[in-house]
Structure formats: C-alpha cells, structure tokens
C-alpha cells in the first residue's frame, strides 16, 4: 500500500461486495430451511463461526430426487478442518431427515476473508480473536499489518505483530501492548 | 492436438505441478519441531501445509482427467522416483535454516510469477487452484524476502550462510524457466505457463531482494537439469522411502 490517504482501514464490520453477493444468493433459493438447518453447522476450529459466516457455505439445493447438493469452498489449501466440516454438513443433514447428501468444493471464486459476514465478525472479536481488517480501495487484501489491530480483550490499538502464522493457518498471533495479552489475528486473504 | 491429447498432457501437467509441491512441502514440514523457535515452527508448517494441500488439489485434479479409478494418494504413494516430475530445487535436503529460508524466496518470487500467469489459463480447474495458491503465495514471499533481508543484513555468520545457500541453489533455478515439448504445446494452447518468459521479471524482483540483504546476485556458471524427465538426486529417493513407507507397508490403510 503506498496511497495510504486514498484507502480506509476498517476493523469494523462493513458489507462487503463479496458478503453482500452471498447474502442476496441466500435470499433468493428456493430452500430458507435447508441454509437455517446449516447455520448450526460451525468451524471445527472456531466453534463460535457458523460455516455460512465464514464464508465457506457456497450454496444449497435440492435435487428432483430428493437429494441435497452443498457447495462449500475450502479456506487455505491445506486445512485439515475440510473434512471435518464435510462430515458436520452430512451428519446435520441427515439428523434432519435428509438421508442423501452429497457435499462438493468448489475453488472458484477463491474463498477471501472478505465473504465473512458483519456478523461473523463480532463473533470472532466476542471469541476473542480479532477480525480481518478491510481495506477498502485496496483491490486485493492488505497483508497482516505489523502493529495497530485492535484487541479483542480491551480495545487497544497499541498492539503489535508477534508471529505472521498462528495456531492455525488462518491466524496471525498478536499482543496488546495495554493489556499484555497475546490475541490471535483472523488474517486477511 | 486433439482434445484427448490435450487433456492427457493437462493431466501430466498437473501432475508434475503437483510434485513441485508435494516434495516442497514435504521439505518444509521436516521442519516441524526443529525449528529455531516456536513461532517460526508453526510458520514453516503453516506454509508446508500450504503446499500439501496446493498438491492435493493438483494430485485430484490429475486423479479425475485420468478417470482411471487412482486417486491423489496414488499420485502421492505409489510411484518411484523415475516417476517423479518435480524440479530438483524442490528435493534439495533443508540443509540449515539460512539454506531453508534462501530457497524458499528463490522459489517464492517464482511462484508468486507463476501463478500470476496460471490464473489465466483457459483451463478453469488449473486457473480456480492458481487463484487459492497466489493468495497463500503472497504472505510466504512476504515472510522469505524478511528473513533474507534479516539473515543477509545480520551477523557475519548468519550473512556467510546466506551467501553460502544463494551460491549453492543458483544452479537450480534455471530449470524453473525450460520448457519441454509438452509445457511448450499447454502453454501454446493458452491451458500453461511459458516459464521462460518469466526470468528477466524473476531475475529482477531476486536481484533486487538479495542486493537489499547486502548479497551478491551469483554468476550463471553452472547449471543442473532433469526433474521434468525423471532424473532426480540422490535426495528424491530418502524422501520417497519415508513419505511412502506407511502406505507401502500397509497398502490401503486408513485411520
Ligand atoms: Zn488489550
């Protein structure tokens, strides 16, 4: 980033383009019911994060046949969490009465942290985990920043970078300077 | 070429993309326990993760275009060195951290070209997993270029190792810019990469990196070869005996 006057650092939660694209699919099937029973589904990794406010639940459908079809995209390549998820989606569907399941990945469009929903975002912060900073302007993700995300414990933004990768490939480690807590950072991607 | 032509070198293809990544990966993940500190542990398999699972997407995207009942397991498992397509920079032991991270930047920049070009192939699968990959590309050269910058610009000892691996790996990179009749007629069809095309960009961002980290940009004077066609180091070997040990001996098992 160099024209730092012309972009704007949210930490905030704000609709993005991509979220708002998600949201309007969601609205538009044919089966409400089927995306509210997934919505007990939760990240394996971050059980406070349904995998619709993740971003990872694509879409729904039902088939002629009775049959449900779910997309899911993965988050980074090597994520064990994949699996767990896939099996979560079917054993959920099927405590529902929907014995034929089948769940597909799709790569395309890449999952970004920017499908994270608004609401995903205080879910992460209230799990203690400071959520992904949008940049708006920035025509791909900044990268994690070295200092000034704001802690998730006592809402200082006099913090600073401890480790780029964190417990997991989807976090960065951060402390607060304020309350000496180290936090983990949900990375931009 | 006719579409079956196509569509079994697009599968060759993305096998030997998958070996680049797999053996990386599995280079990084040796790692794990043994690194200088806690943080740089869990970073080096964060980023060996990255590649395991680039080459499963590669692995099962070359499983369904052989539509011959393998798997990605038997991409990964079943197959001798001689059937190995990776490039050697990849199957050069870890050697020390100075030597780790050194190849990792040769290889980040690389990659990060690469990809760039991937993404816009005409094939959708090879462009949707470029696309996943340039993302996770980017923080990994960002962390490479630091550690060179800090290893280079550091102590004398850390600067002499530095020096040491740039001069030891700078043989290899050249294979990452030839092209074979099949790369050349998949990147002709708008489906590869023309890597060769990619060196002068690659040779700038490198110099650039390494003259910053007070590194000298080593002379062409040597050059090794033979991934592509199955003629490997000693090295390939003692990876594949213990990556493929658990599944040779008990062939099938799951847990
Ligand atoms: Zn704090």
């Known amino acids: ?189 | 070429m006719t579409d079956q032509d196509l569509r079994q070198a697009t599968q060759a293809y993305a096998v030997r993309l998958g070996d680049d990544a797999l053996i990386l990966g599995h280079r990084l993940s040796e790692w794990t326990s043994r690194a200088p500190f806690l943080e740089e542990d869990l970073a080096l398999q964060n980023v060996a993760l990255d590649y395991i699972g680039r080459a499963r997407m590669f692995y099962g995207y070359a499983a369904e275009l052989s539509a011959d009942g393998r798997t990605e397991d038997d991409f990964a498992y079943l197959r001798d060195a001689r059937q190995f397509s990776n490039l050697l920079i990849h199957e050069l032991p870890r050697g020390d951290f100075a030597f780790t991270m050194a190849r990792q930047l040769l290889t980040d920049v690389f990659s990060s070209l690469y990809l760039e070009q991937l993404l816009r192939s005409t094939d959708a699968t090879l462009a949707g997993i470029a696309a996943k990959a340039a993302k996770e590309t980017r923080y990994h050269l960002r962390r490479s270029r630091e550690w060179a910058l800090r290893l280079g610009d550091g102590t004398d000892e850390s600067h002499a190792r530095m020096v040491r691996a740039i001069d030891e790996l700078w043989g290899y990179t050249h294979e990452l810019f030839e092209l074979d009749a099949l790369e050349q007629q998949l990147a002709d069809a708008g489906i590869g990469v023309d890597n060769a095309a990619l060196r002068p960009a690659w040779l700038k961002q490198v110099s650039a990196i390494l003259t910053e980290a007070t590194l000298r940009v080593p002379e062409d004077s040597w050059v090794v070869r033979g991934g592509r066609t199955g003629y490997h180091t000693e090295n390939l070997g003692h990876i594949l005996s213990e990556m493929q040990s658990v599944h040779r001996a008990y062939p099938g098992v799951s847990w």
């Open chain 1, 1 to 189: 980033m160099n024209k730092t006057d012309t972009l704007t650092l949210v930490d905030r939660p704000v609709p993005t383009a991509a979220w708002v694209q998600r949201l309007q699919h969601r609205n538009r099937s044919p089966v409400p019911g089927l995306w509210a029973l997934l919505d007990a589904v939760k990240d394996p990794e971050v059980p406070a994060l349904s995998l619709w406010d993740l971003g990872v639940l694509r879409d729904i459908e039902q088939q002629d046949n009775g049959c449900i079809r779910v997309v899911i995209s993965p988050t980074y390549s090597g994520c064990p969490a994949l699996e767990a998820m896939r099996a979560d989606i079917i054993s959920t569907l099927q405590q529902a009465g929907h014995p034929e399941v089948e769940v597909h990945t799709a790569l395309s469009p890449a999952w970004s942290t920017e499908a994270l929903s608004p609401q995903g975002h205080e879910q992460l912060r209230a799990y203690g985990i400071a959520p992904p900073r949008h940049c708006q302007g920035c025509s791909v993700p900044e990268l994690t920043p070295e200092s000034g995300i704001t802690c998730p414990r006592c809402g200082s933004d006099d913090t600073h970078r401890i480790s780029e990768f964190g417990s997991t490939a989807c976090k960065a480690l951060f402390q607060c300077r304020a309350c000496h807590e180290p936090f983990d950072y949900f990375k931009p991607i």
